[in-house]
């Protein structure tokens, strides 16, 4: 009897949020998944647009709350592998960035299964570009430290914390907190009482790179005001350092026509990657909705017919993009190649139909 095959996990950088920054590795990573596990802050379409025979397991994470402890995620990861799957560990940002991906790593080597890191872009660089404020600027900022805002009460002694201390003397670099909603009253105080500038510039960039990106800008003392006044929700990042002051300048991503708006997508999501990404080109965010499910359905003697008729010719009809993908997924049982229908003669409806049958060769 054949040993059975362990599969693999590969722990992928979703990015952000904007799904169009996730890597090229990362797009292969999932065009090879039999199942994904993903975040709370993955773009949805990334996992609509997925194969339907892939598995999706929603294991996300938001402020306040856990749809699965991290213990059940690791041991998730390792069934699912010792099936013999590819599994994808989607994570937004980077894994190895305050997402936990180290933990998990530890527990897929300690449970002698392979794995891969597909790094990805990080907020601190995403959201604060976006948002017009570069990381490092010369004569304003020599270096940038990233740090958790969001620190788990009651650590057991020994356990890291951040040196609010050391980030208060920061002066000549930028501070990046990761999570700095919740308890952002609590880090400026800490930060003031340590010593830090109050009218240093600070910012928090809500959604970074996605439409809903929106950020506000203060005096270090002054931002929990406008924060609240501006109604930033998490996920957020906070920056503080004299390149702030740059966004006034540099700002560059506009709404755009459809900003501000929520689009639900009720086509078939196989085919609508195309509108997500003209949508969201746009400025709107996409919610895919798909309300349609198109399948095959074999006919025997409808194929024994065409081959039939081929040689002396007749008529095709296409009446949608998904009957082009659907016919020649099923041509070649009967035929070797396209010059079998060279007798045929064609027609479409729409197009998008026409546009799917010229992407194989052929014109109706």
């Not at 095959?5 to 990573?29: C, F, S, Y």
């Not at 059940?72 to 980077?94: C, F, M, S, T, W």
């Not at 998990?104 to 872009?121: I, S």
């Not at 670099?173 to 510039?201: A, F, I, Q, W």
Request: aromatic residues 6%; charged residues 25%; contains cysteine.
């Amino acid at each position: 009897m054949a040993e059975k095959r362990t599969g693999k996990v590969l722990l992928v950088g979703a990015g952000p949020g904007d799904p169009r920054l996730i890597t090229w590795r990362g797009l292969e990573a999932l065009a090879s998944a039999d199942a994904v596990c993903y975040d709370a802050l993955v773009d949805p379409t990334l996992i609509a647009t997925l194969p339907p025979s892939v598995e999706r397991h929603y294991v996300g994470k938001r402020a306040g709350g856990h749809s699965m402890p991290q213990d059940e995620i690791n041991a998730l990861l390792i069934r699912l592998a010792r099936e013999g799957k590819v599994v994808v560990r989607l994570k937004g940002g980077d894994p190895f960035i305050f997402g936990r991906g180290g933990e998990e790593a530890l527990a897929l080597r300690e449970a002698e299964v392979p794995f891969e890191v597909v790094p990805g872009v990080t907020a601190a660089s995403a959201a604060t570009a976006c948002a017009g404020i570069p990381l490092t600027h010369r004569g304003a900022s020599a270096f940038a430290l990233l740090f958790t805002a969001h620190e788990t009460p009651g650590k057991p002694a020994g356990e890291a914390e951040v040196p609010h201390d050391l980030l208060a003397r920061a002066g000549e670099g930028t501070l990046v907190g990761y999570m700095g909603v919740r308890r952002l009253n609590e880090l400026v105080k800490s930060l003031l009482d340590n010593g830090m500038d109050p009218s240093t510039p600070a910012a928090l960039i809500e959604r970074g790179s996605t439409p809903r990106q929106k950020q506000v800008s203060a005096a270090l003392a002054e931002l929990p005001r406008a924060a609240e006044e501006e109604g930033i929700q998490p996920p957020a990042l906070f920056v503080a350092g004299r390149v702030v002051r740059l966004a006034g300048v540099l700002s560059w991503k506009g709404a755009g026509p459809l900003g501000g708006r929520r689009i639900l997508v009720t086509r078939p999501c196989d085919v609508a990657g195309e509108i997500y990404d003209l949508l969201a080109r746009e400025g709107a965010e996409v919610v895919p909705a798909p309300a349609i499910l198109t399948e095959a359905r074999e006919d025997p003697e409808g194929w024994a017919h065409l081959r039939e008729v081929l040689p002396e010719g007749g008529w095709l009809i296409f009446t949608s993009e998904a009957g082009v993908r659907f016919f020649f997924a099923r041509f070649r049982r009967i035929a070797r190649d396209l010059r079998a229908l060279a007798a045929m003669r064609i027609a479409v409806l729409g197009r998008g139909t026409a546009s799917a049958l010229a992407e194989r060769g052929l014109a109706a």
